[in-house]
Nanobody, 128 residues
């Protein structure tokens, strides 16, 4: 079993910044975290979940157009943690944000079917 714990959500005014963190841990086996892709998804009220940023084992990244140039995904393999730096936030960024861990190497996809483990989510609210 793998657990993902997100933190860093909150409320911010338009134009502000937030930094989300997600730490992976396992109680059953040694997590080869540095070999696996991790991603951030978000889901606004009444909307479908969308993938917004992914980072693979080579530290290659991919972003959704909606966040390109404003959000930065990074990882610290020594801490089994992935980060999402969110800048120039706008009200349309308001959503529940989820991190996800893919049981695959080198993945740079937003198809949620690739992601085996999911966090509980952290709420981000941006006011105008």
């Amino acid at each position: 079993q793998v657990q993902l714990a997100e933190s860093g959500g909150g409320s911010v005014q338009s134009g502000g910044s937030l930094r989300l963190s997600c730490t992976a841990s396992s109680t059953l086996y040694t997590l080869v975290y540095d070999k696996l892709s991790m991603a951030w998804f978000r889901q606004a009220a009444g909307e479908e979940r969308e993938g917004i940023a992914v980072i693979n084992s080579d530290n290659r990244t991919k972003y959704a157009e909606s966040v390109e140039g404003r959000f930065i995904i990074s990882r610290d393999n020594s801490k089994n943690t992935v980060f999402l730096e969110m800048n120039s936030l706008i009200p349309e960024d308001t959503a529940m944000y989820y991190c996800a861990l893919a049981n695959a190497y080198g993945l740079l996809e937003f198809d949620s079917g690739w992601y085996t483990y999911w966090g509980q989510g952290t709420q981000v609210t941006v006011s105008s």
